[in-house]
């Protein structure tokens, strides 16, 4: 699974429109399932069967849609959309990875299937975590000098 910093870090990198009136919502999205998982698996190492379906879209749905439920009814539907649009990102991410044991059931409850890209190894996004961090602290620091100049109405100049 890429760190949590990472997965952060592609929320930060992919804050648009409601996604960004809605952040931290958004930020907490992408690291739900980990939060949601991850302690049970590290207090209770043979209840990994129990956990992996957490890592689910279905499961994840769920938990974000109750996650929702602590807000006002006003916010309830933007809460479950950023959350709901952050773990699907960290669903996303984690699917690109290898996996040496046992993989993420996407199709969970309807198939016991794992699969994954496989795209890089989990350790690779920790090695990369320094670049990954300089990037996006250059995207933010980008768009903020953008925001600025266009509300100082510079943006054409």
């Known amino acids: 699974m890429p760190d949590l910093l990472t997965h ?12 960004a009136r809605r952040f931290p919502l958004f930020a907490l999205g992408t690291i739900l399932p980990d ?11 043979s209840a ?7 890592h689910s879209p279905a499961v994840c749905a ?12 006003p916010i309830r539907r933007e809460a479950f959309a950023c959350l709901l649009a952050g773990a699907a990102l ?11 044991g046992p993989e993420y059931l ?4 309807f198939s016991w299937r794992p699969g994954s890209i496989g795209l890089f190894w989990p350790e690779q996004a920790l090695f990369l975590l320094p670049a990954t961090l ?11 000098r953008r925001a600025r100049r266009a509300a100082a109405g510079m943006d054409g100049v």
């Open 35 to 45: 939060i949601i998982s991850r302690p049970i698996h590290i207090l209770f190492p």
């Open 90 to 100: 960290h669903l996303a991410l984690d699917a690109c990875q290898r996996q040496v």
């Open 8 to 19: 952060l870090c592609a929320a930060q990198l992919l804050r648009r429109g409601l996604l």
């Open 62 to 73: 769920v938990y974000c849609a109750l996650v929702s439920l602590l807000f006002v009814p």
């Open 48 to 54: 990994y069967p129990f956990v992996q379906p957490l």
């Open 134 to 144: 300089a990037a996006t602290a250059a995207v933010s620091a980008l768009r903020g």
């Open 106 to 109: 996407w199709l969970f409850p």
